[in-house]
């Protein structure tokens, strides 16, 4: 008596995973799978997002679209400052007061790198163009011969 009622709970088991588990795939494999950027449907790799590559491509700019818009707004002014400090910089080492770099549209918060002589002098950089303040309204400019360092 008790294998007989051990042996009917088993089949009800059974029939309930078995169940369950063909109602899980159905679910999974029925339901539409659509592009993550035009909503069309996709057909082929069951991985598979995007119905092509332009998808692909419109999806990824337009998540990153903030990230790369800060970075080409800094890019766009350390540009800027490099193009100002070679226009005023033609032979290479000049002095200019400070209202004329302004006044140029420099922004003096961005520059690539510095540059700390053994006297403690600061050198700032944009790429290959940099400047020393000698006070407070003059510079010294200089063009760096050998931007990339050889280490």
């Given at each position: 008596m008790q294998l007989e009622s051990f042996i009917s709970v088993l089949k009800r088991l059974n029939t309930d995973i078995f169940l369950y588990i063909r109602e899980f795939k159905t679910s999974q494999y029925m339901k539409k799978r659509v592009c993550l950027e035009c909503g069309e449907p996709l057909h082929g790799r069951s991985d598979q997002k995007f119905c092509s590559d332009?998808?692909?491509?419109?999806?990824?700019?337009?998540?990153?679209?903030?990230?790369?818009?800060?970075?080409?707004?800094?890019?766009?002014?350390?540009?800027?400052?490099?193009?100002?400090?070679?226009?005023?910089?033609?032979?290479?080492?000049?002095?200019?007061?400070?209202?004329?770099?302004?006044?140029?549209?420099f922004n003096f918060s961005y520059y690539t790198n510095t540059y700390v002589t053994k006297t403690g002098n600061t050198y700032y950089y944009c790429y290959d163009q940099g400047y020393l303040p000698l006070s407070d309204d003059l510079y010294f400019l200089v063009r760096r011969q050998e931007y990339i360092d050889q280490n």
């Open positions: 332009a998808c692909r491509t419109a999806y990824h700019n337009r998540m990153h679209a903030d990230r790369d818009s800060m970075i080409r707004r800094i890019n766009s002014i350390l540009r800027k400052n490099r193009n100002i400090l070679m226009r005023l910089n033609p032979t290479g080492k000049a002095k200019v007061n400070r209202e004329k770099l302004i006044r140029e549209g």
